[in-house]
């Protein structure tokens, strides 16, 4: 599958959409040392605003913690990755960015759900 089709729809453009799609690759295949350079590389790219990328790479940081672990009490790995189940989560994880009371740090972390569970539904 192409880097393009992977992208599709995630919140992030550019060579930061490529560093993204790198750490969702590498931390799916449990490839942690690849997908923790690779969030180093994405703590160097552009963001909207230095708040949302505060809270896009803690949940990015997150969910490494979270795969690496394999905790079954942490939400990612009880999560049930299938097509209709990861299109809700991610109209749910849309839906939290939508709510006025946001900070733009919120907006980056909910931003970073919305794109795994994005990236999940365009590799099927």
Do not use: C
Not at 9 to 14: A, E, P
Not at 33 to 53: C, G, M, V
Not at 63 to 73: F, P, T
């Amino acid at each position: 599958m192409t880097t393009n089709n992977l992208g599709r729809k995630l919140s992030v453009t550019g060579k930061t959409r490529e560093s993204v799609i790198l750490f969702f690759d590498n931390l799916l295949e449990r490839k942690f040392s690849d997908a923790e350079k690779e969030l180093e590389n994405i703590k160097t790219r552009k963001f909207p605003d230095e708040e949302y990328q505060k809270g896009y790479i803690n949940a990015l940081e997150g969910l490494l913690l979270s795969v690496r672990s394999g905790d079954d009490r942490d939400f990612y790995n009880r999560t049930h990755m299938m097509g209709k189940t990861l299109e809700n989560y991610i109209d749910e994880f849309k839906d939290f960015r939508k709510l006025p009371i946001r900070t733009q740090f919120d907006q980056g972390f909910f931003s970073a759900w919305t794109d795994i569970f994005q990236y999940r539904v365009n590799k099927e």
